[in-house]
C-alpha cells in the first residue's frame, strides 16, 4: 500500500524566490515574492526573461540544452548582479530539472553577506599570511590552501603529498622535529603549536608557525588539519631584538652595571642580580626597601647619597652621584649611581630607575693619577729651588769672582792683591761646595727609587749618633729614645741615615745659649703610618712666618753664620723620594718637633 | 758729588769686602758701612731718624739675607718716619736675575734703583751723577 501525499500548495505562495523557466529560461511561473526580492515593485515593468534578471546566464546553466538526459543532479551556481539600487548582491542559484513539465525550477539565495565575509576572512587570511592545509588520513589526501601554497612559494596547481610538504622543513632540528611531531599526531592524536624555518621552493628560507588538530574516529587519527602562518618577519625582528637584548646583558653583566627599579610610591626596591653582586649582598638577605640600599652605604657618604636620592625625586638635579659601599666581606667599593625619575601625569614622582657601576678600579687608577700630579708638582717645585740657586749662590759666588778678578788686575799693591786672592779663593770654594750640593739634590731627584728597603729604625738612629759622638760630647744634651727595637720602615738606608743626621745636627746648632740641650725621638704606628717624631727644646722658629720655606733650598732662619739652607731641602726631597712626608710644629723659643710619617 | 756715607747691606762678607774696595776707588765716598742684614740696618736707621744729617745718601740693599731679607725691611720702612726714606737713594743690589724681583722692586715708591750683582765701576759713575748738589 502506498500513501500518496497530495500537495494544494502552488508554486506562487511559497514564501521563497523560487520561479519556473522553460528550456529557453523564460519565466512562466513564479512564486510572489519572486519579483520583490529582486527589487521589484509591483508596478514596475517585470522582465520575463532570466537574463533580464540576473544579466548574462552562467555557462553551467546553458550547457544544460547539449545534455542527453533531462534527468540530472540539481545544479548549484554563484552569480552576481548589481541590484536596481546599485549594489552589488551575491546570489546563491540553484536549478532543478522538471521532467514532466519540460522546464525548471530555479531557486534563489542571498549569499552577499557570506560572501562579503568569506572574502574578509579570506583577505585577513592573506594580510596576516595565514594559509590552511588538511591531511585526509583515510583516502590519503592532502589540501594545501592557496596561501599555504604562496608561502611555500609554489605555484597554485601544486599537488602536494605528505612526504614532499615534510621535506620543505629545513633539514636538521626543523625537519626532525616536524617528523616527531606528525607521526605523535598520526599515532597519538597529539597537537602541536610550534615555530619552524622551511625552505620554499625557490629556496628562501623562511620561519612558520605550524598549528595543527587532529580529528579522532574511534580512538584512530583520521584527519590532521590546521594553519600555517609566514611569521618571518616578526620571528626575524624577534631573532635581531633577542641577539640585542644578549647583547646588552652580556655588556651590562661584564660592565658590572647592575640596574635598579625603584617604585617611590609603594617603595618596593628592585634590584637585577648585577646589583646583588655589586654589593656583595645574597638575594635573601636583601627585603626590598630603600632602607636596605640604605644601610650598606659607608656611614661617610650616606646622608650625601640620600640627599642626592631625595633631589632627584624633588626634580632639583639629575640622580649622577658617587659614593662607597662596604660589602658583606667588608670590603669598600665605590659605586657610581646614576638614575632617571618617572612621574604621573600631574608631576608627582612615582618610579625610580637607574644603574649603578662599580668604579673602584677606576677610581684607584684616578688616585694614582693624583699621586703622580702630586709627584709632578713636588719636582716642579724643586725645579723653581733650581733656578733660585743659579740666581742666588751661583751667582752671587761668581759675581765676587769677576769683581775680584777685575780688582786684582787693577790693582797692583801686592798687598791687597793678596787679600784678593785669599777672597778669589774663599768664592770658588763656596762656588765648589754649592756645586756639590746641588749634585747631591740631582742624585735624589733622578732615581727616587734607589734600593728601597726595611730599614731598622732604632740600630740607624743609634749608628747616626755614634758618628757624631765627637760633637755631642761638646754639648752633652740629653737624648731619650723611645723606639721598639725591631720597628722597620719601608725606605732607603742612606737616606734615612742623612734625614736623621740632618734633623740631630739642626737640634745642636739652634739650641737655646743658656738651657741643657733635650732631644726626644720616638716612633709610633697610626693608621697606615709609622710616624718617627724629633723633638728638641731648641730655639724654634716662627712657623707662620716661615711656614711655606722652611724646606726651600738656601732658607735660613736663624740668622746663624753656619745657616746654610740646604740641610731640610735635601731632607724633603729624599722624604719625597721614599713617598714620606715630613711635617714641622714649632714657636719661637718653645722647640721645634719634627714628624716623619712612612707608609706601612 | 761725593757722599758722605754710603750704607752697604749684604750677609756675603766677601762681596761686602770687594764692593767697599770698588766704592772708594771709584770716588762715591770715602766711607762704607757694612750691615750683614735687615735687621742690622733697620736699628741703625733708627738711631739716626732724630739727626738727619748723620743719614747716609746711598743705601745698597742686597735681597736675600737671613734674619730680615731685603724686602722685609722695605716693608718696615713703610712704617717709620718719612725723612728715612725720603733723605736715602735706596739700590737693590742683588745676584737675583728673576724678573719677579726686578717687578717686586717697582711697588716701592721710595726704591730708586736695581743693580744686578756684579757691581762695576760703571754703576758707581751712575750713583755718583744721581746724587743731586746740594745747595
Known sequence: MSVKIESNIGIHELPLPIAFVNKRFEIKEHSNVFYS???????????????????????????????????????????????????????????????????????????????????????????????????????????????????????????????????????GEHRDRIMELVSNAMENGGTFDEEFVIVTAKGNEKWVRSICSTEIVNGKAMRLFGVFQDIDQSKRASIKYQVLTDRMRVAVESANIGIWDYDIVNNVLVWDDNMYQLYQVSKEDFSGEVEAWESTIHPDDRERSLMAVQEAIEGKKEFNTEFRVKTSDGSVRYIQGVGKVFRDESGNAIRMVGANTDVSRIKKVDNRLRQLLNTTEKQNQSLLNFAHI??????????????????????????????????????????????????????????????????????????????????????????????????????????????????????????????????????????????????????????????????????????????????????????????????????????????????? | MKANKVFLVDDDFIFREAAEVLIISSGLTEKVLHFENGLEVYDALLEMADTPDELPEIMLLDINMPVMNGWELLEELKQVKSVLRDSIQIHILTSSIAPEDLNLSKEYEFIDGYITKPLTRADLTNLAQSLIPEG
Open chain 1, 37 to 171: 526580492y529582486f527589487g521589484f515593485e509591483k508596478t514596475d515593468e517585470l522582465p520575463n526573461h532570466l537574463e533580464g534578471l540576473i544579466g548574462k546566464i552562467p555557462d553551467s546553466l546553458r550547457e544544460i540544452k547539449k545534455k542527453k538526459t533531462t534527468t540530472f543532479k540539481p545544479i548549484s551556481e554563484f552569480i552576481s548582479y548589481v541590484s536596481r539600487k546599485g549594489e552589488l548582491r551575491w546570489h546563491k542559484l540553484v536549478l532543478y530539472s522538471d521532467k514532466s513539465r519540460s522546464g525548471y525550477y530555479l531557486y534563489f539565495e542571498d549569499v552577499t553577506k557570506k560572501k562579503i565575509a568569506f572574502d574578509l576572512s579570506l583577505q585577513a587570511g592573506r594580510t596576516a599570511k595565514i594559509g590552511s592545509w588538511e591531511v585526509d588520513l583515510v583516502n590519503n589526501h592532502i589540501y594545501w590552501s592557496d596561501i599555504t601554497k604562496e608561502i611555500h612559494e609554489v605555484s597554485k596547481n601544486y599537488v602536494p603529498d605528505l612526504e614532499g610538504g615534510i621535506n620543505f622543513y629545513k633539514k
Open chain 1, 390 to 600: 743659579v740666581s742666588h749662590n751661583l751667582r752671587s759666588n761668581s759675581s765676587n769672582l769677576s769683581m775680584l778678578t777685575g780688582m786684582l788686575l787693577e790693582n797692583t799693591n801686592p798687598e791687597k792683591q793678596q787679600r784678593f786672592l785669599e777672597m778669589i779663593r774663599i768664592s770658588s770654594e763656596r762656588l765648589d761646595e754649592t756645586v756639590v750640593q746641588l749634585n747631591e739634590v740631582i742624585k735624589i731627584q733622578a732615581d727616587p727609587n734607589v734600593s728601597s728597603q726595611w730599614v731598622r729604625v732604632k740600630a740607624t738612629l743609634v749608628k747616626v749618633l755614634e758618628s757624631i759622638n765627637a760633637h755631642l760630647e761638646k754639648i752633652c744634651p740629653e737624648i731619650n729614645i723611645n723606639i721598639e727595637d725591631e720597628l722597620k720602615i719601608y725606605g732607603v738606608k742612606a737616606y734615612v741615615s742623612s734625614i736623621f743626621l740632618n734633623l740631630l745636627t739642626n737640634s745642636l746648632k739652634y739650641r737655646k745659649p743658656d738651657v741643657p740641650l733635650c732631644i726626644n725621638v720616638e716612633a709610633r704606628k697610626k693608621d697606615n703610618l709609622t710616624i718617627i717624631s724629633f723633638k728638641d727644646n731648641g730655639r724654634g722658629f716662627d712657623l707662620q712666618r716661615y711656614g711655606d720655606k722652611l724646606f726651600g733650598m738656601y732658607k735660613t732662619f736663624h740668622g746663624n753664620k753656619d745657616a746654610k739652607g740646604i740641610g731640610l731641602f735635601i731632607s724633603k726631597n729624599q722624604m719625597d723620594a721614599m713617598n714620606a712626608e715630613i711635617e714641622v710644629v714649632s714657636e719661637v723659643d718653645k722647640g721645634a718637633t719634627f714628624l716623619l710619617k712612612f707608609p706601612n
